[in-house]
């Protein structure tokens, strides 16, 4: 159980385009999600916190209107970069922990994960 | 603020001795703290927490770890590795204050040779 799909896997796209990334959790209903970017041989870098029905709290030095993030549903968040350049090429990963509300003991389940390159 | 540290950025071992992938940490309160395991080109896997009681945690795949309030450490440990243990290590803390939010250490390489 605890299945979180992300999609898609990888995704090149030309630069000043935009790209909407999917996180569904399949089995369980995620009121908070979590988008994170991975630099190469880095650790993760939490970009914004997904809350279903309101808007998503960003990070600080995290563009809002360059990463607009959507939690439509308890199962779907989307991630979309706008105008995307170069420098946005990044492995993006979402995640989210079982159940309604939040509980710290709680574990996060992650997507295997979204490749970007902009060329 | 919270954080955590891995010392190591890589571990080398062999297949069949024991390992150990250090991880210490800064919290105010008490520590809700987590190992994940990252695999080529995936997302991370969740092997084991630690949120209150037993010092020693269990989890997936033979990995254990040893929490140490003293030391304010959480080092992960397997008896006897297996080449298949190869991948990104990371010791995470999650934030207590309110906000939710789960603090990666920046991961250990590990290495098991056959």
């Known amino acids: 159980g605890a299945v979180v799909s992300q999609h898609p896997s990888w995704v090149i796209c030309k630069s000043g385009t935009s790209v909407k990334i999917e996180c569904r959790s399949l089995?369980?209903?995620?009121?908070?999600m979590f988008w994170y970017r991975q630099f190469p041989k880095q650790s993760l870098m939490l970009m914004a916190t997904?809350?279903?029905?309101?808007?998503?709290?960003?990070e600080q030095g995290v563009e809002k209107d360059k990463f607009l993030i959507n939690h439509a549903s308890l199962t779907l968040s989307t991630l979309t970069v706008t105008s995307a350049h170069p420098e946005d090429s990044s492995f993006y990963i979402c995640?989210?922990?079982?159940?309604?509300?939040?509980?710290?003991?709680?574990?996060?389940?992650f997507g295997n994960g979204t490749r970007l390159t902009v060329t | 603020a919270q954080s955590v540290a891995q010392p190591e950025d890589q571990v080398n071992v062999a297949e069949g001795n024991p390992l150990t992938v250090k991880c210490t940490y800064s919290?105010?309160?008490?520590?809700?703290l987590f190992w994940y395991v990252q695999y080529p080109n995936r997302g991370l896997q969740f092997l084991l927490k630690?949120?209150?009681?037993?010092?020693l945690v269990k989890g997936s795949y033979g990995f254990e770890a040893e929490f140490n309030k003293s030391q304010t450490s959480f080092h992960l440990k397997k008896p006897s590795a297996l080449v298949s243990d190869s991948a990104l290590y990371f010791c995470?803390?999650?934030?207590?204050?309110?906000?939710?939010?789960?603090?990666f250490g920046a991961g250990t390489r590990l290495f098991v040779k056959a």
């Open positions: 995640s989210a922990s079982v159940g309604q509300g939040f509980s710290y003991n709680s574990p996060l389940h």
């Open positions: 089995d369980f209903q995620a009121t908070t």
């Open positions: 995470a803390v999650r934030d207590n204050t309110g906000g939710f939010k789960t603090i």
């Open positions: 919290v105010s309160g008490n520590p809700y």
């Open positions: 997904s809350n279903e029905g309101s808007k998503a709290t960003y």
């Open positions: 630690y949120i209150t009681g037993d010092n």
